[in-house]
């Protein structure tokens, strides 16, 4: 396949830049990137006519068995349906324009069993890195997501937790650190783990060549997880100046998800109305911690929390527009987070997150000019490749 007349960003193009290209796609890779005009041939043309083409996008923290309606009901889902879903969700962001989806909390064989036909290609869909399991220290509220926690306790046990998961087939892992806005009880400023039990799933995730990702929203919990070595901070609610300094080693990363706020403090099912108020509780600390870690350099990644009660799956693009209207980022920076910057946070930037001869054909063309109008990365997806082919 051949996409023509692509407007690129330099920024995203790891290639000789002109301001249109041709791209060369074969199977499910880039093998080529020319000015446009050139006289390459293929059965298979798309032309986006001089519009925007980016990489596909990326969201960092979705939960694909759940639906956005009430987790009690989602909870209580059978591992089936659980499964079938998650697999209309995904395509509902495929759509979108978000081709990778990293989900960081299912129950037991559910969207890990959605991957691996995805991978087998015996189902279209986007690329899903999953935690499987989320691991967990026993703690208020962890019954709320029925099967979605792993609970263990000790230093020994994350380590355990890590084989567990890992063995259940997670990519990498997913850790609570704090208590969870959703997670009825939960206290969100406060660590719920051990140092020693950051360092030993930390080192035991090592072990299996993988990483952690740690919700945290609490001050001291965040420090204590980028000490101990892991690498995606998730929500990264509560900032403060020695944060910002940690961040700036690049060993971590903050991965807020604005957008489950904001829909968390629209109308909610009874049995949820308990988040709004914790929400209500961080969000002005919370702005006024990401503007200023923003403004100090520190690269972002993008997540939305989909999935959680209000937060419709499909909807990811959402959260360019929170992030731009409440943290004023930039439009490039925007994109650069939805895009390289979260590939390297997964430390997959060597397959996706920019237009590079080698890296997976996923790549979306736009209507309108998303560095004038932050909108058209959510209302306006023309079309979307995946893997070479168009979706
Ligand atoms: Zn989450």
């Known amino acids: 396949m051949i996409v023509k007349n ?21 199977g499910d890779e880039i093998i080529n990137v020319y000015p446009a005009g050139s006289d390459v041939k293929d ?4 032309d986006a006519g001089g519009k925007y083409v980016l990489p596909g996008f990326i969201d960092l923290h979705v939960h694909l068995t759940l639906s956005a309606g009430d987790t009690l009901v989602d909870s209580f889902k059978s591992p089936v349906q659980m ?23 299912a129950s037991s064989g559910t ?47 994350m380590a355990r937790g890590v084989r567990t998961v890992m063995k259940d087939g997670a990519d990498f892992i997913k850790l609570m650190g704090t208590g969870a806005m959703m997670n ?70 903050p991965v ?22 914790k929400v209500e509780a961080v969000l002005s600390d919370n702005i006024k911690g990401v503007k200023k870690a923003y403004k100090a350099g520190i690269k972002f990644g993008f997540g939305t929390d989909q999935g959680v009660t209000g937060l419709f799956h499909g909807d990811n693009g959402m959260e360019f527009e929170v992030r731009k209207e409440h943290y004023e980022m930039d439009n490039i920076d925007l994109i650069l987070q939805a895009t390289k910057h979260s590939a390297e946070i997964m430390k997959m930037d060597h397959k996706i997150g920019t237009i590079k001869v080698g890296k997976l054909a996923d790549l979306v063309i736009v209507d309108g000019d998303p560095l004038d109008d932050i909108s058209v990365l959510r209302n306006n997806i023309e079309t979307v490749i995946k893997s070479g082919q168009v979706v």
Request: hydrophobic share 40%.
């Open 111 to 157: 969207v890990i069993a959605v991957r691996d036909s995805i991978n087998a290609g015996k189902l279209v869909g986007p690329n899903l890195i999953c935690s499987g399991r989320i691991i967990t220290p026993t703690e208020n509220g962890n019954d709320f997501f029925k099967g979605m926690y792993l609970e263990v306790d000790s230093p020994d046990d």
């Open 43 to 46: 059965e298979h043309i798309v």
């Open 83 to 105: 499964t079938i879903d998650a697999y209309s969700f995904a395509l509902d962001s495929l759509k979108r324009g978000f081709t990778t989806l990293r989900d960081v909390g």
């Open 256 to 277: 807020p998800t604005l957008s489950v706020w904001i829909a968390l403090l629209r109308d909610l099912p009874e049995s949820s109305k308990f988040m709004t108020k």
């Open 184 to 253: 009825p009880g939960g206290e969100p400023g406060m660590s719920i783990c051990f140092k020693e039990e950051f360092e030993a799933i930390v080192k035991a995730a090592e072990l299996k060549g993988t990483y952690v990702a740690v919700h945290c929203h609490g001050t001291n919990a965040i420090k204590t997880a980028i000490k101990a070595g892991c690498r995606s901070i998730e929500h990264s609610s509560l900032m403060d100046d020695e944060i910002i300094e940690l961040y700036k080693a690049e060993t971590a990363f």
């Open 6 to 26: 692509c407007k690129v960003l330099k920024e995203l193009l790891e290639a000789d830049y002109h301001e249109l290209v041709d791209i060369h796609i074969e």
